[in-house]
């Protein structure tokens, strides 16, 4: 479903430019489940962005569902990006608008009918566990309930792969638990490939079916979890 082929980003030139990614490939299959892990500054977050290019890699390819992204005009990626639903650490919600609007903003920008809006984003909601809370504000959300409303929005335009940039990170242990198990139940309910980077082991462990870890901008060692984990 997803697969970078020799993708390296340069920032920057001459003797300041930083190599935030070498000559990457990964190949994450239809349905997976599939964790990144690295410290700070490693390329983690420089990786996600490449694959729907919201970073465009200096070198190599990124195909998605058969499309090389890299390939693709302007109007093409866009389209594209639709197969892509993106969630973030700090949720990235409109404070302006209610839990619904948020939820239905991808679809307005897609022009979708308002009618239709409504039978897409009700489920959504109801599959997050927000359907009580559809006419709150962000700011009178708990973080975990920020994050649903995010995936939720990230699902809207009924996306392929959902891509996590640390999702966790700014939620305490039990929230990020909750998180955890919402998406498995969105990537067996949904049949979503998931791709997500993150530095917390234990994110990796409880719902990764397959890890790779990324350090220096290089995927120094990939193996399935169980096998990532198990000392030698
Ligand atoms: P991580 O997500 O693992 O913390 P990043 O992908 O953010 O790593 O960063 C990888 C490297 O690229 C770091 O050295 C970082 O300083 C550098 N970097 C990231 N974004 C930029 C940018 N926009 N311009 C210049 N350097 C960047
Ligand atoms: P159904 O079998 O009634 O279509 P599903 O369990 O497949 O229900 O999906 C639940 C809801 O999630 C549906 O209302 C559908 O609109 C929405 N949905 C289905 N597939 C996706 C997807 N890939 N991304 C986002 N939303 C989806």
């Known amino acids: 479903m997803i697969k970078l082929e020799g993708v390296s980003k340069t920032y920057g030139a001459g003797p300041t430019a930083v190599h935030a990614l070498k000559n990457i490939d990964l190949e994450v ?17 420089t990786l996600i962005r490449c694959v729907n290019l919201l970073e465009r890699p200096t070198e190599g390819n990124v ?88 995936i939720a929005r990230a699902l809207a335009s009924r996306p392929k792969v959902l891509l996590c940039d640390e999702a966790t990170s700014a939620l ?13 139940d969105i990537n067996r309910k949904l049949g979503l490939t998931i791709l997500l980077i993150t530095h917390e082991m234990e994110v990796v462990k409880s719902i990764c079916h397959r890890v790779g870890l990324i350090s220096d901008g290089e995927l ?13």
Do not use: C, W
């Open 29 to 45: 299959p239809k349905g997976a489940i599939h964790g990144v892990i690295g410290l700070s500054g490693a390329g983690k977050s």
């Open 63 to 150: 195909i998605v569902d058969g499309q090389d992204l890299t390939r693709q005009d302007s109007e093409a990626l866009r389209q594209s990006r639709h197969q892509l639903g993106m969630i973030f650490q700090h949720f990235n919600l409109l404070a302006s608008r209610t839990v619904f609007d948020n939820v239905a903003l991808p679809l307005e920008l897609m022009g979708v009918s308002k009618g239709e809006i409504r039978e897409r984003v009700e489920p959504l909601l109801d599959l997050t566990g927000l359907t009580d809370k559809a006419t709150q504000y962000p700011a009178q959300l708990s973080g975990g309930q920020k994050q649903r409303v995010a």
């Open 172 to 184: 305490d242990p039990q929230t990020t638990a909750s998180i955890l198990e919402l998406l498995q």
């Open 220 to 232: 120094v060692e990939e193996a399935d979890v169980g096998d990532f984990f198990t000392a030698p």
